[in-house]
């Protein structure tokens, strides 16, 4: 599988951006996409987690209600709409699929995006 994020940006807080993730190489059906995010210093974290055949969705508390993961089966693509962004949520987030069914954890998400910047400014 190969994935590209786009979409990042500087946004003021409480402002909003929306992520993307384009995926290509096989059928997404037996895959967990996920978003996680890395801010300097620190080590990468989960955001969200999306099952793409059933479309169960999970979010890690700090961004529970304010970040949407969806998908678009027909192109292949995977979202990440952020609302009412804060500077702490500044980080490079990744996009990634995981086959192996634990979802949180990033060691097991085999294939990642390479990264786009988010940064929100107070």
């Known amino acids: 599988v190969q994935l590209q994020a786009s979409g990042g940006g500087l946004v003021q807080a409480g402002g909003s951006l929306r992520l993307s993730c384009a995926a290509s190489?096989?059928?997404?059906?037996?895959?967990?996409m996920g978003w996680f995010r890395q801010a300097p210093g620190k080590e990468r974290e989960f955001v969200a987690y999306?099952?793409?055949?059933?479309?169960?969705?999970y979010y890690d508390d700090p961004v529970a209600g304010r970040f949407t993961i969806s998908r678009d089966n027909a192109k292949n693509m995977m979202y990440l709409q952020m609302n009412n962004l804060k500077p702490e949520d500044t980080a490079v987030y990744y996009c990634?699929?995981?086959?192996?069914?634990?979802?949180?954890?990033?060691?097991?998400?085999?294939?990642w995006g390479q990264g786009t910047q988010v940064t929100v400014s107070s």
């Open positions: 999306l099952r793409w055949s059933g479309g169960q969705v």
């Open positions: 990634a699929a995981s086959s192996s069914g634990r979802s949180i954890v990033p060691d097991s998400y085999g294939y």
């Open positions: 190489g096989r059928t997404l059906n037996n895959y967990v």
